[in-house]
């Protein structure tokens, strides 16, 4: 059990932490998050790729959906449930260490 | 929200001086052990530690009967919280500051991990460090023959070589270099009893932000990951790279220390001990000159210029 299964999670996970912490809660604060989301996003879907998933933001952008080619999905708040939710997904487990993973991901 | 109180874990293999250290830091006129709380973990039956350190220190509780690990971190979040309690309550003095010793064989990830998700403790206490204690005299072998004594050197973010004074310099040389080599990121002090301990030494945090030191290439250490980057990380892929590493091979991932060029004003303070990531920090200044990125990973059994092509390869592709 560790804080990446997101164990006890009602506090903003690490990988969430922001550097730009003026006006948080004001709309000024809510674009740079938003764009740090897709920015997140973007990367994360390209490793999902490699596995036969994908990931996009919820309407309100404060959840994650992961799905596979079947149209199974699943709603997460943050990375620490979300490769958990993954690998059940595709069915596999998520190597960052991938040779293959590793090659798409160069390649563009 | 007031200040968390910092917490230090205090490791170290059976026999190091644990104890003798907390004695000295804590104890004898120097003032170190005022609103200090220690908590000792004892794994044997009898609490000799326990009585040992309650000379000195003003308040001490016992951690159930075996060790504060996973299967024990419940009674470590009631002792905690207990004192918690006590302090908000005024029966003791302003808690400054909580030691937690661990046993000789215990892991620290669990502490560390069980004090940064507790619902109640994680807004109250905050991990300062790990200070390890090795043996000048034991250590060398210690460290060959058993896997817990290397673990333990690598999860410090300080460690103090004791019993320096009964060994000949050369030999405490050489012990420092090969610690060096299994934790590239601690800072490593003799603490003999031919030294005069600074109870600050319980303060970790202060060098625990320090930049860690990487070494030159060509002394690279066998299991370890010591970087610097010549342009600004990316947090996203960086944060996203780190997550999927601990998620897949969290248990290989024995400690990851960096101070992080974000393109932003300061450095980013990352911190992880196994699957524990601390709350990243963004420091207002660099502490030294260059503001150069610097990542320190201690691995075990993970092929190393693999980790290593994965962060640029993630890095990249942001």
């Known amino acids: 059990m560790c804080v990446l299964c997101g164990y006890l999670v009602t506090d903003l996970h690490w990988t969430e932490a922001r550097f730009d912490q003026d006006g948080v809660g004001s709309a000024a604060h809510e674009t740079p998050r938003r764009r740090q989301r897709l920015a997140r996003i973007r990367i994360v879907d390209r490793v999902l790729r490699h596995y036969g998933l994908g990931v996009h933001d919820d309407w309100g952008a404060t959840s994650y959906v992961v799905s596979n080619r079947k149209g199974a999905s699943q709603l997460v708040e943050h990375l620490g449930q979300l490769w958990p939710a993954a690998e059940r997904l595709a069915g596999q487990p998520l190597d960052p260490l991938d040779e293959g993973l590793l090659e798409d991901l160069a390649g563009g | ?44 039956a009898v609490g000799l530690d326990h009585h040992l350190v309650r000379q000195v220190a003003e308040r001490v509780s016992l951690v159930g009967g075996g060790c504060a690990c996973c299967e024990r971190r419940d009674d470590l979040v ?69 896997e817990e004594s290397r673990k333990q050197i690598s999860v410090a973010d300080r460690i103090l070589v004791t019993k320096t004074d009964l060994v000949e310099p050369a030999a405490v040389a050489g012990m420092t270099t090969r610690l060096r080599e299994l934790n590239p990121a601690a800072e490593i002090l003799r603490a003999g009893l031919d030294v005069s301990l600074d109870p600050a030494l319980l303060e970790v945090g202060a060098s625990g932000r320090a930049a860690p030191e990487v070494p030159r290439s060509r002394h690279r250490p066998t299991g370890a990951l ?75 059994g993970l092929p190393v210029e693999r980790v290593e092509r994965s962060l640029r390869v993630f890095l990249e592709a942001a």
């Not at chain 2, 790990?130 to 210690?142: H, K």
């Not at chain 2, 969290?250 to 303070?269: C, I, M, Q, T, Y």
Request: aromatic share 4%; hydrophobic share 50%; no cysteine.
């Open chain 2, 78 to 146: 009631r002792t905690l919280r207990e004192l918690l309690d006590l302090d908000q309550r005024g029966i003791i003095p302003r808690l400054r500051r909580v030691v937690i010793e661990t046993s000789g064989l215990a892991d620290p990830a669990p502490i560390l991990f069980t004090v940064t998700t507790d619902p109640v403790l994680r807004h109250h206490f905050a991990v300062d460090g790990v200070l390890v204690a090795v043996d000048a005299l034991q250590g060398p072998e210690q460290l060959e023959r058993h």
């Open chain 2, 226 to 300: 010591a970087l610097t980057f010549d342009r600004p990380v990316d947090w996203i892929a960086f944060s996203v790279w780190l997550s999927l590493l601990l998620h897949a091979h969290g248990e290989e991932v024995l400690r990851v220390k960096a101070l992080l060029d974000v393109a932003g004003v300061g450095p980013v303070a990352v911190n992880a001990v196994q699957h524990v990531v601390h709350r990243p920090e963004h420091l207002v200044a660099w502490a030294g000159a260059e503001p150069v990125s610097r990542l320190v990973m201690i691995l075990r």
């Open chain 2, 1 to 44: 929200m007031a200040e968390r109180r910092p917490v230090t874990v205090v490791s170290g293999f059976l026999g190091s001086g644990k104890t003798t250290l907390l004695r000295r830091l804590l104890g004898a006129g120097g003032g170190g052990g005022a609103g200090v709380a220690v908590v000792v973990n004892e794994a044997g």
